[in-house]
């Protein structure tokens, strides 16, 4: 899940610049829809109910819709480095957000380290100003509310995941959110220039549609059911290095002073609030 999603920061980054945030988002995300259809309607498991079914879909407005919006776009105006420093910051703001709902307890421990890490959010975001301009701070921005929102969707997931199965619960919620991502995209989706759209652009869909929402969502699914949303996104700690490591190499970011400075905080912070 991390390897997944620590690549899927620079293919995003690139598809978002060969083609408008929005359009590229909402071609991934359906083709992630499609998959997961089908696979759920292949895969013998704990189907819904009908209101679960609903629930489903509803969160996904918020998962994948609300979420994407914010997180498409922010990497679009920020390094992909920088996003994915940011978004390391979920398990602090998932534990948080988790004890506001009785899901889990944190020890003095866990708060010192949900402290650190939000420190080290903060250290990189003041590196983002310092180095890059106001500009692209907007972006990291963006993709901190994304976070928000990906905290309260894990949370709120908790209880339908222990009786549906993931698959299902990954299918309906992207179904959720694409439908409203849809309209939202239309008119971005009418400016494309389809005969212009390379083999590689295409690969970078087809990687961060079947790749980033259908293999890696099913692995935090899965973890989400069996360890809980605040264990499953501490093994998120590889994805910023792996996202750094990739966007040098792939896009020709250079590690800055505040990335590591923030990443090692980051992750410090992680390491205390382990269990």
């Given at each position: 899940?991390?390897?997944?999603?620590?690549?899927?920061?620079?293919?995003?980054?690139?598809?978002?610049?060969?083609m408008e945030p929005l359009a590229y988002n909402?071609?991934?995300?359906?083709?992630?829809?499609?998959?997961?259809?089908?696979?759920?309607?292949?895969?013998?498991?704990?189907?819904?109910?009908?209101?679960?079914?609903?629930?489903?879909?509803?969160?996904?407005?918020?998962?994948?819709?609300?979420?994407?919006?914010?997180?498409?776009?922010?990497?679009?105006?920020?390094?992909?480095?920088?996003?994915?420093?940011?978004?390391?910051?979920?398990?602090?703001?998932?534990?948080?957000?988790?004890?506001?709902?009785?899901?889990?307890?944190?020890?003095?421990?866990?708060?010192?380290?949900?402290?650190?890490?939000?420190?080290?959010?903060?250290?990189?975001?003041?590196?983002?100003?310092?180095?890059?301009?106001?500009?692209?701070?907007?972006?990291?921005?963006?993709?901190?509310?994304?976070?928000?929102?990906?905290?309260?969707?894990?949370?709120?997931?908790?209880?339908?995941?222990?009786?549906?199965?993931?698959?299902?619960?990954?299918?309906?919620?992207?179904?959720?959110?694409?439908?409203?991502?849809?309209?939202?995209?239309?008119?971005?989706?009418?400016?494309?220039e389809w005969s212009a759209v390379t083999p590689?652009?295409?690969?970078?869909?087809?990687?961060?549609?079947?790749?980033?929402?259908?293999?890696?969502?099913?692995?935090?699914?899965?973890?989400?059911?069996?360890?809980?949303?605040?264990?499953?996104?501490?093994?998120?700690?590889?994805?910023?290095?792996?996202?750094?490591?990739?966007?040098?190499?792939?896009?020709?970011?250079?590690?800055?002073?505040?990335?590591?400075?923030?990443?090692?905080?980051?992750?410090?912070?992680?390491?205390?609030?382990?269990?």
């Amino acid at each position: 899940m991390s390897a997944i999603w620590g690549v899927n920061f620079s293919v995003v980054k690139y598809g978002t610049q060969v083609m408008e945030p929005l359009a590229y988002n909402v071609l991934r995300m359906t083709l992630g829809a499609v998959v997961l259809l089908a696979l759920a309607t292949w895969r013998a498991g704990k189907r819904p109910s009908r209101a679960d079914l609903w629930r489903l879909m509803a969160l996904g407005v918020l998962g994948h819709c609300v979420y994407q919006v914010l997180f498409i776009n922010g990497i679009a105006l920020t390094r992909a480095g920088t996003a994915s420093l940011v978004v390391a910051a979920s398990p602090a703001t998932i534990a948080l957000v988790a004890r506001f709902f009785g899901h889990d307890r944190l020890p003095m421990r866990a708060i010192a380290g949900i402290g650190l890490s939000i420190a080290g959010v903060a250290l990189v975001m003041g590196g983002t100003v310092s180095e890059e301009g106001p500009g692209h701070l907007s972006g990291d921005l963006m993709i901190l509310l994304a976070v928000i929102c990906w905290a309260f969707y894990s949370n709120w997931l908790v209880a339908i995941t222990q009786r549906v199965d993931a698959v299902q619960v990954a299918a309906w919620t992207l179904v959720g959110g694409v439908i409203p991502l849809i309209v939202l995209a239309t008119p971005q989706l009418l400016r494309v220039e389809w005969s212009a759209v390379t083999p590689l652009t295409w690969g970078a869909v087809v990687y961060s549609g079947v790749g980033a929402m259908v293999i890696a969502y099913l692995l935090w699914y899965r973890g989400v059911h069996r360890i809980g949303p605040t264990r499953t996104s501490m093994y998120g700690n590889l994805q910023p290095i792996v996202a750094v490591m990739v966007a040098w190499i792939a896009l020709g970011e250079v590690p800055t002073l505040f990335q590591g400075a923030g990443a090692a905080t980051v992750i410090a912070g992680l390491y205390l609030s382990r269990r």
